[in-house]
């Protein structure tokens, strides 16, 4: 079976600032990943996700993430943080094989709030 | 880009009474959609997929009698919350995949509120 792991359910920085937000998995068998942002009352934006490849993922809005499958790990990472970052970010993982797509499993998400 | 339509929004009904909620896939098809909850600070739990002309597959604990789903079209599915309570207050938000892509486009979720 899978879980996700995100181990900061609040995260606060200020304007400007780096910011990781971490997400654990554990599984055993290969797995797709992925992060989704969700804005108050809103459904879930895509951010980034890793299939294969390269380990290191840029997504939207200047996000990136890299997978680590030696910690079974793939954090999610803004250089730069901007006010409109706040929102609720959540880590997901699935099978890539034999199980249908819809089965993802998601953290708990991690709550970034960015004060001026 | 996919566009996963949810209607409504937000509803609040009486405790008791039925609640219809659409998710509409604009411009795409999609065979298969997927229907999540949402409770406040927590994660999303998949409920059920929705097949097209087919019945819906539920997950484990879920009531298939309590939230029934209707896929009828390549672009509509429905999921309808009988005799609802307040427990079934929630974040309703469905999804779809477009083309066999490895990537769930997300409505915008439907707040429910029970009386």
């Known amino acids: 079976a899978q879980s996700v792991t995100q181990l900061d359910s609040q995260v606060p920085v200020f304007e400007e600032a780096p910011v990781e937000l971490r997400c654990n998995y554990s599984?055993?068998?290969?797995?797709?990943l992925f992060w989704y942002v969700q804005y108050p009352n809103q459904g879930l934006q895509l951010l980034l996700k890793y299939l294969s490849g390269s380990t290191l993922v840029k997504g939207i809005n200047g996000f990136e993430a890299e997978f680590n499958k030696s910690q079974t790990s793939f954090h999610l990472r803004k250089p730069s943080v901007h006010i409109s970052d706040t929102a609720d970010y959540f880590c997901a993982v699935k099978r890539d094989r034999g199980s249908t797509l819809g089965r993802l499993y998601f953290g708990r998400g991690t709550q970034l709030t960015v004060w001026p | 880009g996919a566009v996963v339509s949810q209607h409504p929004s937000r509803v609040i009904c009486k405790s008791g009474t039925s609640v219809k909620i659409e998710c509409r896939s604009l411009?795409?098809?999609?065979?298969?959609m997927f229907w999540y909850r949402q409770f406040p600070k927590k994660s999303l739990m998949l409920m059920a997929t929705?097949?097209?002309?087919?019945?819906?597959?539920?997950e484990q604990g879920v009531e298939k009698d309590k939230f029934l789903i209707n896929h009828a079209s390549l672009t509509l599915s429905t999921l309808t919350v009988t005799s609802a309570h307040p427990e079934d207050s929630s974040f309703y938000i469905c999804?779809?995949?477009?083309?066999?892509?490895?990537?769930?486009?997300f409505g915008a979720g439907s707040r429910l509120t029970v009386l």
């Open positions: 929705s097949n097209e002309g087919s019945k819906a597959t539920y």
């Open positions: 599984s055993s068998v290969s797995v797709y």
């Open positions: 999804s779809a995949n477009m083309g066999g892509a490895n990537v769930l486009t």
């Open positions: 411009d795409f098809q999609a065979t298969t």
